[in-house]
């Protein structure tokens, strides 16, 4: 299913069907009937028409669209203990600046100290990359929509001088096991930030299984908007 589609709450279109002529309730949504009946049925339908027809019926868009937790995170501490292979786009910043997937390994222990300002499952560890790059790592699971990851690494440039890598990766959905979400950095220019995709799991994963991964996967990005919500 695509990323822009989304699974409509049939039981309150068979409702709002059951209160007048189908026709006549299409115009007021400003869908075809053929579309209507698609709702009924719970049939996939785009975003953008239930955006539609939220906006032509003055109502909550979440009463519209059935809310699925097929991807939710798990909420055991142990599943993010047992995460050992990650998978990760960036730019191939030693040589021709291409955007391909690259490996690393990590590893997770809970803590069971609290956080005030972060709530949630803490955790620390540590993240080697396929180049031997080891990353101190400090993650939280705040709620079974975020999981978040921070990661430095000291680069001893000469005697007197030390640079530090970081990174920060966001997961907000766990398909077959394996959480998916994006890590944040600066492009192969240091020019701009950039969006990668990123896989966690707690076995290897064959490059076939990761690129079916990515096209099951849900992000919406947004870079631009003129509506702004307020008015000076």
């Known amino acids: 299913m695509p990323s822009g589609d989304v699974a409509p709450n049939k039981e309150f279109f068979a409702s709002l069907c059951a209160s007048g002529k189908q026709a006549v309730i299409a115009r007021r949504m400003g869908v075809s009937p053929n579309t209507l009946r698609k709702l ?44 050992r292979f990650g998978y990760f786009l960036d730019h191939d910043r030693r040589a021709f600046g291409l955007v391909r997937w690259w490996k690393e390994t990590i590893s997770l222990a809970r803590l069971t100290s609290k956080s005030d300002f972060l709530p949630g499952t803490h955790f620390d560890g540590r993240v080697e990359n396929q180049w031997g790059n080891v990353f101190t790592i400090r993650a939280v699971l705040t709620n079974r929509y975020h999981f978040s990851v921070i990661g430095t690494h000291r680069l001893e440039l000469n005697e007197k001088c030390a640079g530090v890598i970081t990174f920060d990766a966001s997961f907000s959905q766990c398909i077959d096991g394996v959480l998916s979400g994006i890590w944040s950095g600066i492009n192969h220019f240091e020019s701009s930030p950039s969006l990668f995709q990123i896989f966690l799991a707690a076995r290897q994963l064959r490059q076939s299984e990761i690129v079916a991964f990515s096209r099951r996967i849900r992000v919406e990005l947004h870079s631009h908007s003129d509506d702004f919500g307020f008015s000076d």
């Open 40 to 83: 009924v049925n719970g049939t996939c339908v785009t975003r953008g028409t239930i955006e539609l027809i939220a906006e032509r019926l003055k109502v909550n868009i979440n009463l519209l669209f059935a809310q699925s937790t097929d991807y939710l995170l798990p909420d055991d501490p142990a599943f993010y203990e047992s995460l």
